[in-house]
């Protein structure tokens, strides 16, 4: 079965400081994968994909940046972390079940706290 | 641009029915995703509608009208610890991708 990773769990930053986050697929090859972030009482917002290994969609511009240096692997960077970055951020990936369904599932989440 | 609008909060009684709704506005819509979050937590896939019509899981069944840009997930015999916040997913077509926007999801606050 597929299994999704993501770490750290939570992360505390202060402002300024750079960011990695990890994400790691499971059981699956070639998965469409996400990077979304929830701030405190709003919705999932998008801020990438990626259909392939070197093939990245912002949907947001920021200081953020993600690259996919392996099949299954998601990463998400900042050099520099400002307040506003705080959040839960979750990464997802999805498999076709069918010729027009397909399901997304969620990795656990990073919860980020910047100070 | 997309438009997903779905009610803020619903409280229900254990037991009981509800029906949470959405509708959507959007182009190259292609599917739409229901998912459970529970607080603190990542969401949890419920449900992935493309045809018109009612689909059915256990307790949660999840309908679309693509005609209308409207969808409901409901939910039967509901428990305690159906009490979290539902999102309301559209996937529309985006250059060669299908690419969910969420919702901002409806707080259900289930009560004894």
């Known amino acids: 079965s597929q299994t999704i990773h993501q770490w750290p769990a939570t992360l505390v930053q202060p402002v300024g400081s750079p960011l990695s986050l990890e994400c790691t697929v499971e059981?699956?090859?070639?998965?469409?994968l996400y990077w979304y972030r929830q701030a405190a009482g709003r919705g999932l917002q998008l801020l990438f994909y990626?259909?392939?290994?070197?093939?990245i969609s912002s949907e947001v511009p920021q200081n953020l940046s993600a690259s996919r240096p392996q099949d299954r692997q998601f990463i998400l960077s900042s050099k520099k972390l400002l307040l506003s970055d705080s959040g839960f951020y979750l990464c997802?990936?999805?498999?076709?079940?069918?010729?027009?369904?397909?399901?997304?599932?969620f990795g656990p989440g990073t919860r980020l706290t910047v100070t | 641009g997309q438009n997903i609008d779905q009610p803020t909060e619903m409280t229900a009684t254990e037991g009981a029915i509800v029906q949470i709704n959405c509708t959507y506005q959007t182009s190259g819509f292609n599917g739409l995703f229901w998912y459970q979050q529970h607080a603190g937590e990542a969401p949890t896939f419920l449900s992935y509608?493309?045809?018109?019509g009612l689909e059915e899981k256990g307790r949660f069944s999840s309908f679309l009208s693509r005609s209308k840009g409207y969808s409901y997930l409901l939910l039967k015999e509901l428990q305690m610890k159906d009490s979290a916040s539902y999102l309301c997913?559209?996937?529309?077509?985006?250059?060669?991708?299908?690419?969910?926007?969420f919702g901002r999801g409806t707080s259900l606050i289930v009560h004894p």
């Open positions: 997802a990936w999805s498999v076709r079940t069918g010729t027009d369904t397909y399901e997304q599932y």
């Open positions: 997913a559209v996937s529309a077509k985006s250059g060669g991708s299908y690419i969910p926007t």
């Open positions: 990626s259909v392939g290994i070197g093939q």
């Open positions: 059981g699956t090859s070639n998965p469409n």
């Open positions: 509608n493309v045809l018109d």
